[in-house]
């Protein structure tokens, strides 16, 4: 195969990869990144109805695994525009991104709501434009609900794993989260809280206000660290 044949190859692949998956290798002197978009809805176990932006679990969890076994690859970039959804889908993939060993940088854009919070930690940096917003609430379940104490006791575990994640992987204390989660009088016939980019830096959720500029830089100054 010649080498224009090899480019074509890899410009077609990264074209798919961005078309299937929101996700693009960006590579120059300063190292390799791996860009990825996490937007929309989280799909967890059951598929989301036609037309609706989503996020597939099934999808993502195995490419991370790739990007860190992948020796080209030098550090990932993830950027969040979030509504949330599958509450176990996306711990999981915030627990797979916290473990990681490569350099990790998260980006909230235009929000990063419900399980998009742990997303947006789980980053070794994490930043939020300005304008971006993250809402905190407790865990709820759409559909049928046994009315039983067990019923409300699992959510409550599920709601502590939430917590315990955010503030293990941020400056948050677990008090003032929890005091976001039940605030009573911002959301409409539902508790929780709507905060904006400078909020979440102030409450340690997010550890700077920045975009893309200031996110890069984090990250290739990690990768040089690594180096």
């Not at 937007?39 to 099934?58: D, F, N, S």
């Not at 990790?104 to 929000?111: K, M, P, R, T």
Request: with cysteine.
């Amino acid at each position: 195969m010649s080498e224009l044949e090899k480019q074509e190859n890899r410009e077609n692949t990264a074209s798919d990869d961005i078309k299937d998956f929101g996700s693009t290798v960006t590579k120059n002197q300063e190292g390799n990144i791996h860009c990825l978009s996490i937007i929309g809805q989280i799909e967890g176990h059951y598929m989301l109805p036609e037309g609706q932006k989503a996020t597939k679990y099934e999808h993502i969890i195995p490419m991370l695994v790739s990007i860190e076994q992948d020796e080209e690859i030098d550090g990932l970039l993830v950027l969040l525009n979030t509504m949330g959804g599958d509450v176990e889908a996306g711990l999981a993939i915030a627990e797979v991104i916290a473990s990681m060993k490569k350099p990790s940088v998260s980006v909230v854009l235009g929000g990063g709501h419900s399980i998009g919070v742990p997303l947006a930690v789980s980053g070794k940096r994490s930043f939020i434009v300005p304008s971006a917003t993250m809402t905190i609430h407790p865990v709820r379940m759409n559909g049928l609900v046994v009315g039983v104490p067990q019923s409300f006791t699992y959510f409550n575990e599920m709601q502590k794993r939430i917590v315990d994640f955010i503030c293990a992987h941020s400056r948050a204390d677990k008090d003032k989260i929890y005091e976001l989660m039940m605030r009573p009088d911002m959301m409409a016939t539902d508790v929780g809280s709507i905060i904006e980019g400078r909020e979440a830096v102030e409450y340690g959720i997010i550890d700077e206000v920045g975009g893309l500029d200031r996110a890069l830089a984090a990250l290739r100054e990690m990768i040089n660290n690594n180096k």
